[in-house]
């Protein structure tokens, strides 16, 4: 378990755009973060990135907010950004007052061509800060043509010239990586607004973590280059930076980056198929890390495994096979008082429930899959496999020897010896041909276990 070295508690926030449905891969951001929290008697913010008007919905948020609900994750504070513009709009000033955010009119086309160019000449493919260069006229031309400038950060890697970058290393000690270090004079200026006045990430992000007194800002090792500039973003509003910590990220089983726009991985559709909230927790923290994957049967036991250095440096690919092998684990060892709910919602209820599931449960990968089983012992025998020939007349046979009531555990046992004794046959061709003729599936539950629950008039019904 990770605690901070001096004991003070952590406040760290899951930031995520309600402009899609969250993915196995978002749930690893926001587990991180929540485990750091509550190992460090901190606080856990959700914090819509909702800036993007025409891409945020509620029913996204209110998505967002059942999934993490449903895995357990449940934040101390909820924020929006799209009710903080004014916190956003002062820093902005600020940042123009001082001379570090300047207005730039290039088109995308236009920094594609300078970008090419600079290729062309061997050259780092940054912007060139040529809108520094811009007179007033400049500007109002620009202007009386239509176009609307957005707004870059002026990163400070240069000494008086801001034409002449020198190298200029950021440093921070990351809480997965170890010792990172990142050069500003390689990167562009930052774009904070665009040119219709809404914000990137970027800054709203940086107010946010300042007010809002953020430590630890864990995420993904996607931004690991982005974090030079906010931390110098950070200085530039007067504030030292939060610590620091990127996480591996997960891809699909082929390498590919897991995408909101593939629902296939949402949180939503692993819950309607099926799956146990603490597989998706397990798998998501555990993947890619120095531990081995295992089901882990809460967060409390979750909590005591995890340490956020324990994340490699390389992706992790996720396999949904694994993923259902962890559901398996987890639902072999659910008791019936924690799902009878939900079997009565399946319609599995009444006095036969609680020992039908303590037959069932390890034969299955997914709690709604008892409802086969349920069909097996109140309707009659699947249509997967039929009887003919010897093993026909065996089982009419043994039909023949049924024990009378009342049933118990040793009924089958009972009734086998005596259809052994009668016909000579014994293992797998006494015990195949009466499970059939029972289930009417050649794989299952223990039939010691199934037998009482069909009961002998139920068994007799199914005599071929």
């Not at 820093?91 to 009119?105: I, M, P, Q, S």
């Not at 800054?203 to 906010?230: F, K, Y």
Request: glycine share 8%; hydrophobic share 40%; charged share 25%.
């Amino acid at each position: 378990m990770t605690e901070l070295e001096d004991n003070r508690p952590a406040t760290v926030r899951f930031a995520p755009s309600p402009t899609g449905y969250i993915h196995i891969g978002n749930a690893r951001t926001a587990l991180f973060n929540w485990l750091f929290a509550r190992q460090n008697h901190g606080e856990f913010i959700l914090r819509f990135d909702d800036t993007d008007e025409a891409r945020s919905k509620t029913e996204f948020a209110e998505a967002i907010r059942a999934d993490l609900d449903w895995l357990g994750i449940v934040p101390d504070t909820v924020a929006w950004q799209s009710q903080r513009g004014e916190a956003y709009a002062a820093a902005a000033n600020r940042l123009r007052e001082a001379g570090l955010l300047y207005a730039c009119y290039e088109t995308g086309e236009e920094l594609e061509r300078r970008r090419k160019l600079r290729l062309a000449r061997r050259l780092p493919p940054v912007y060139g800060r040529e809108a520094l260069k811009l007179s007033d006229d400049d500007r109002k031309r620009y202007e009386a043509e239509g176009r609307r400038p957005h707004w870059r950060f002026l990163l400070p890697n240069f000494a008086e010239n801001p034409f002449e970058t020198r190298r200029t290393e950021v440093h921070w000690d990351d809480v997965v990586r170890g010792p990172q270090t990142v050069d500003l004079a390689s990167m562009s200026d930052p774009v904070l607004i665009r040119e219709d006045g809404t914000y990137l990430y970027t800054l709203p992000s940086v107010v946010d973590d300042i007010e809002m007194g953020v430590s630890h800002i864990i995420r993904g090792d996607d931004h690991v280059t982005n974090t030079g500039a906010q931390i110098a973003l950070f200085r530039a509003l007067g504030s030292e930076a939060p610590a620091f910590g990127h996480h591996n990220l997960l891809t699909t089983a082929t390498g590919e980056g897991l995408s909101k726009r593939s629902s296939a991985l949402s949180i939503g559709a692993l819950r309607e198929t099926g799956y146990e909230p603490m597989a998706i927790n397990s798998l998501a923290v555990l993947i890619g890390t120095s531990e081995s994957v295992a089901a882990m049967p809460s967060m409390t036991a979750l909590l005591e495994l995890f340490r956020p250095e324990f994340a490699s440096k390389s992706a992790a690919k996720f396999d949904p096979s694994e993923l259902t092998t962890l559901n398996r684990a987890l639902v072999h060892g659910l008791s019936f008082d924690s799902v009878s709910g939900r079997l009565s919602d399946l319609g599995i209820s009444g006095p036969k429930a609680e020992p039908f599931w303590n037959a069932v449960r390890k034969n299955i990968d997914f709690v709604r899959e008892a409802t086969r089983w349920w069909a097996v012992v109140e309707e009659g025998p699947a249509d997967e496999e039929t009887l003919d020939g010897d093993d026909l007349e065996f089982v009419r046979t043994a039909f023949s020897l049924l024990p009378p009531e009342p049933w118990d555990g040793a009924t089958w046992s009972d009734w086998t010896d005596a259809a052994k004794a009668a016909t000579g046959r014994k293992g797998r061709a006494l015990f195949m041909p009466l499970r059939i003729a029972l289930t009417g599936i050649r794989s299952g539950p223990e039939l010691a276990d199934l037998l009482p629950l069909i009961g002998r008039e139920g068994t007799l019904a199914r005599r071929p």
